[in-house]
């Protein structure tokens, strides 16, 4: 597929004017080295729950994620419908689906039979996909991380991509996050970030759209 025909089709994603137009430009430039695989953590829930939009209603700073999935190959090519899984928490550093596993000490009110902050969308013929959410919260011993599980045929493959700290800390000055100061950890002291010789394979690309941010990314395979 040539840049045209990417850029073409990656304008289909249903999300902002800057953040798709941004996003078209930062994607269309193909890498297609590996991307490092992570591990799953505990908050995985295999709900398949098709959506663009995953935040709920949750409070905090806008944030619209756009990805580009390709093989891990000489010839870059795009990956239509894989199945992109994405989960997050929240401002506060919780996740949906799970009771008795809060960190701020100030949360009481059960998140067991909730689904905020997480979701699935098939990539389109340029292997584009984009969700829309809130800047992620911190938890202990973790920077502030978005979580991906992609799966093509029998293929399936697990991730998570991180942000700029400098963003991180802007953010973070502000309500809600601000409700949760101290944060423990940043990307250099991350034991699942520190070990990735090549960060950038894991790190959005940000640029700020009206009150919030656009973060794109790329995700390469193999799928053979």
């Known amino acids: 597929m040539n840049r045209r025909k990417v850029v073409g089709a990656l304008g289909g994603l249903a999300l902002g004017t800057v953040a798709s137009a941004w996003g078209r430009r930062v994607l269309a430039q193909p890498v297609c080295t590996l991307t490092p695989e992570q591990i799953e953590g505990p908050f995985y829930l295999d709900q398949a729950r098709i959506r ?9 700073v806008p944030l619209s994620l756009v990805l580009r999935v390709l093989e891990s190959s000489a010839s870059c090519a795009p990956i239509s419908r894989a199945a992109v899984d994405v989960w997050q928490c929240d401002a506060l550093g919780i996740y949906s689906g799970y009771e008795g596993v809060a960190i701020e000490p100030r949360h009481i009110e059960p998140v067991d039979d909730k689904t905020f902050l997480r979701g699935t969308r098939l990539t389109d013929a340029a292997g584009g996909v984009g969700f829309r959410t809130i800047y992620p919260g911190w938890y202990l011993g973790r920077t502030p991380h978005v979580h991906l599980k992609l799966r093509v045929g029998t293929k399936v493959a697990t991730t998570q991509l991180y942000f700029p700290d400098e963003v991180t800390n802007a953010v973070y000055a502000r309500a809600p996050y601000n409700r949760h100061p101290n944060r423990d950890t940043t990307n250099a002291t991350d034991r699942f970030l520190g070990p990735i010789a090549d960060k950038s394979l894991v790190m959005w690309a940000m640029k700020r ?11 390469a395979l193999r799928t053979s």
């Not at 939009?53 to 409070?59: A, L, N, Q, T």
């Not at 759209?209 to 995700?219: H, K």
């Open 52 to 60: 663009e939009d995953i935040s709920e209603g949750k409070p905090g």
């Open 209 to 219: 759209d009206g009150d919030g941010y656009v973060a794109a990314a790329t995700i």
